[in-house]
């Protein structure tokens, strides 16, 4: 069954520097995601991504986060100058339509820790 | 915006049905999922219901949708230990990919 791959499963970083968490959508789907899961809270919506732009954001992801379809395969959340709050699990996600009709894909998440 | 609430625990023994609760504010929403998490893990879709539907089943996995009262129910028949997880409820309504619910964790007593 197609997957999404998240890399790398954990990531430390100190605070004040950059991170990029990287992921493989499924290679058919057109429409990518990133949801945050802090821990012991609901998993939020971060943003979405479509023919190569962002099609929607929420009031969570703000200047220091970008993401980036790089070539044909990998989708990336940038975080420029981590902060002690944005440690959390990041789920990216991949459908093939905007309103799927077999739901959306989800990968094994990122775990960030920012020390 | 969307709004969707669970329950935060449910304790159920081996062999026992589970029914794990969902109500959400946005009657636009399309479809409704059920998502999955076990420790460390990722969301493992389990199944999901079109809005047009009242029930679904698939094997062991009952969903309800009450649209009136905008509620959604998991019935997991026979439950074994290897479903004590995590289960989320997520709505779409098309307008803003998905929201979440809190997430229910159960729990399956031997």
């Known amino acids: 069954e197609p997957e999404v791959t998240q890399t790398p499963s954990h990531q430390v970083t100190q605070m004040g520097q950059e991170v990029i968490l990287r992921c493989v959508p499924i290679?058919?789907?057109?429409?990518f995601y990133w949801y945050r899961q802090i821990l012991g809270q609901k998993v939020e919506f971060l943003v979405s991504?479509?023919?190569?732009?962002?099609?929607?954001k929420s009031e969570i992801f703000d200047d220091q986060f970008s993401v980036e379809r790089p070539d044909g395969s990998n989708f990336t959340l940038k975080i420029r100058s981590t902060k002690l709050e944005d440690s959390a699990m990041y789920f990216c996600a991949s459908s093939e339509s905007k309103v799927p009709n077999y739901g959306y894909t989800f990968g094994s998440g990122t775990r960030l820790t920012v020390v | 915006g969307e709004d969707v609430e669970q329950s935060l625990f449910l304790s159920v023994r081996e062999g026992d049905s589970s029914v794990i609760n969902c109500t959400y504010t946005?009657?636009?929403?399309?479809?409704l999922y059920w998502y999955k998490q076990e420790p460390g893990a990722g969301l493992q879709l389990l199944t999901y219901i079109f809005s047009n539907m009242d029930m679904k089943q698939d094997q062991r996995l009952t969903v309800l949708l009450n649209k009136k009262d905008k509620h959604l129910s998991l019935r997991i028949a026979d439950t074994q230990t290897g479903d004590s997880a995590i289960y989320f409820c997520a709505a779409d309504t098309g307008r803003r990919a998905l929201t979440f619910g809190s997430g229910t964790r159960l729990q399956v007593q031997p």
């Open positions: 290679s058919n789907h057109l429409y």
């Open positions: 946005d009657s636009s929403s399309t479809y």
């Open positions: 991504f479509y023919n190569n732009e962002i099609s929607e």
